[in-house]
């Protein structure tokens, strides 16, 4: 079983388009993350939720919307997408937001044209 | 803010030899540190953390690491490296912010394990 599962695992889409990015985790943990890896593999934090609450919220366009509806799933909506939205999108949990061990999903490659 | 710094983009080493990847934070009371790997078109797999305790740590596949507070490092060492250690590295350190842990993570070391 997969504990951290995205989909999907690739997505092309057009400019100005809008697309979300489903993410579950199996393993009963509290918190859950999105990060952005960019071209050059730099790796960001953009939200945290903890327990569909929302916790952390980087300096991100609105454009990008995240919901949780339950603490076992955190998605994430982007509205009108540009060609910079072009990145890998990975999703990681944590057992509490206390705790320091994250585990990552397997990326979603988005690439906007 | 907590900072990274991982200041070897991509490391070249032929296969069986050593091989260290470096690592610098910004200093902080107290810090966690992590390493994570990332082979090609997947996911980042923890390789080893340090929370506490023994400076030197290890972790999976032959990897260790050493905390040095004093020189603020955390640099990643295997004595012995397989063509399969082909991969990205990310020093990772983790961030009170707003009552939650967040990772800060260095650029990253592309190492490349030649036959």
């Known amino acids: 079983d997969t504990a951290v599962s995205q989909t999907p695992k690739y997505l092309v889409t057009q400019m100005g388009n809008d697309k979300s990015i489903k993410c579950e985790q199996n393993?009963?943990?509290?918190?859950m993350y999105w990060y952005k890896q960019d071209s050059k593999k730099f790796l960001k934090i953009m939200f945290s939720?903890?327990?569909?609450?929302?916790?952390i919220n980087e300096t991100v366009p609105n454009r990008f919307s995240p919901k949780s509806p339950d603490k076992a799933h955190l998605n994430l909506h982007i509205n009108s997408l540009e060609l910079g939205d072009s990145a890998v999108y990975f999703c990681?949990?944590?057992?509490?937001?206390?705790?320091?061990?994250?585990?990552f999903g397997q990326g979603t490659r988005l690439t906007v044209v | 803010a907590q900072s990274v710094t991982q200041l070897d983009s991509q490391v070249p080493v032929f296969e069986e030899a050593p091989v260290e990847l470096r690592c610098n934070y910004s200093s902080s009371v107290s810090v966690y540190l992590f390493w994570y790997v990332q082979y090609p078109n997947q996911g980042l797999q923890l390789l080893l953390k340090y929370l506490s305790g023994s400076t030197l740590v290890k972790g999976i596949n032959g990897f260790e690491a050493e905390f040095n507070k004093s020189q603020t490092s955390f640099h990643l060492r295997k004595p012995s490296v397989h063509i399969s250690d082909t991969a990205e590295y990310f020093c990772a350190v983790s961030d009170l912010d707003s009552g939650t842990y967040k990772y800060i993570f260095g650029t990253g070391t592309r190492l490349k394990v030649l036959a």
């Open positions: 990681a949990s944590s057992l509490d937001r206390m705790n320091t061990e994250a585990f």
């Open positions: 939720y903890n327990n569909k609450e929302l916790i």
């Open positions: 393993l009963g943990h509290d918190t």
